[in-house]
């Protein structure tokens, strides 16, 4: 008997270890994006990627999944094998948000997914383009009020979709969504003058730099490092969008704890290399390292305040 639970835990000991050299064995280790390439969250996700693959002397990539507000990327992942080969680069839009607009969720976080790693925070800005009649937060609410219902707004995620809802109640405004795969092109057809606004992360920075585009708020409690003279909504007068905007690293429903950890120990290392630090300031994102418990119960606290804020803005399908 003895000698049989010896030898059982032997065996577990050994696939321990197995699953837990897993995350360096990969050939390859996939990070997929749930946005195109140049929006922020492939920004840091390409820094991310550079800095692991050197930790784990493994190639890793990054594979863009646009649409459908994420979902695509989402559902990706879930399918995978659960050995760690295969991540999402998540944001609480794509996992937290978007089920509770659906009227059939495709999946529910903590059920479908694994946490692996807390990466960090968005900060999310109102813009116009640079011919749009407004030049600050006053002139576009009266503007837009002058003209209901006759100019559009992108979005290009669900949170840019909640933040520019809780605007349009907060302060009136009738605009017309128009949808789009990630905030790189949404931004675009504001630079053409197709549409008018976005409510989009710091990516929308150097287009207000190069004088393409105007920023008229911050929707988050401080105003942006890259944009200390925007105000946020508080300062304007306007309740603030009170959500935590997160970003994380998830495998599959199923990745051992002895490979989670892992990974989880290789993403922090990651998140005070000093390349991945400048490429997160110089895309405006705040890297947040954590663990995976208080990744956890961030993610839990914030659904419930996404789910409350959904029904008061009326965004669910149901």
């Known amino acids: ?14 696939l321990a270890a197995a699953s837990a050299a897993k995350a360096a064995d990969c050939s390859v280790i996939t990070l997929v994006a749930p946005f195109p390439a140049g929006s922020t969250t492939d920004t840091i996700a390409r820094a991310l ?47 937290s948000i978007a089920p509770h607009i659906r009227r059939q969720p ?52 669900n949170t840019n979709l909640m933040a520019f809802a809780h605007l349009s109640q907060k302060s009136g405004l009738e605009m017309t969504r128009v949808p789009f795969k990630g905030e790189p092109p949404a931004i675009q057809e504001i630079i053409a003058g197709r549409v008018q606004a976005i409510v989009a992360t710091t990516m929308g920075i150097p287009y207000v730099e190069s004088g393409r585009l105007r920023a ?17 909504l508080a300062e304007l007068g306007v309740p603030p969008l009170d959500i935590v905007p997160w970003a994380g690293l998830f495998g599959p429903a199923g990745v051992p704890p002895v490979t989670a950890d892992r990974l989880h120990e290789i993403v922090n ?17 705040e890297l947040n390292a954590s663990s995976r418990q208080e990744f956890e119960r961030l993610i839990a606290e914030q659904d419930t305040v996404y789910r409350q804020k959904i029904q008061e803005l009326g965004l669910s399908e149901d």
């Open 1 to 14: 008997m003895l000698i049989a639970r010896f030898a059982r835990g032997a065996v577990l000991a050994l």
């Open 49 to 95: 990627a550079k800095d692991m693959g050197k930790q784990l002397a493994t190639a890793i990539v990054v594979e863009n999944k646009p649409g459908a507000e994420g979902q695509i990327a989402a559902l990706d992942v879930l399918k995978a094998k659960p050995d760690g080969c295969r991540l999402l680069f998540a944001t609480s839009g794509n996992l």
């Open 106 to 157: 495709p999946y529910e976080v903590h059920r479908d997914f694994t946490t692996i790693a807390d990466v960090g925070r968005y900060t999310y800005l109102l813009y116009t383009s640079a011919s749009f009649p407004a030049r600050n937060y006053a002139e576009f609410v009266a503007q837009v009020k002058h003209k209901p219902g006759q100019y559009n707004y992108g979005t290009g995620s």
């Open 216 to 232: 008229l708020a911050v929707m988050g409690p401080r105003r942006a490092e890259l944009l200390p003279d925007t105000p946020t």
């Open 269 to 285: 290392k990651a998140l005070v290399n000093k390349e991945v630090a400048q490429a997160a300031r110089a895309a405006g994102f």
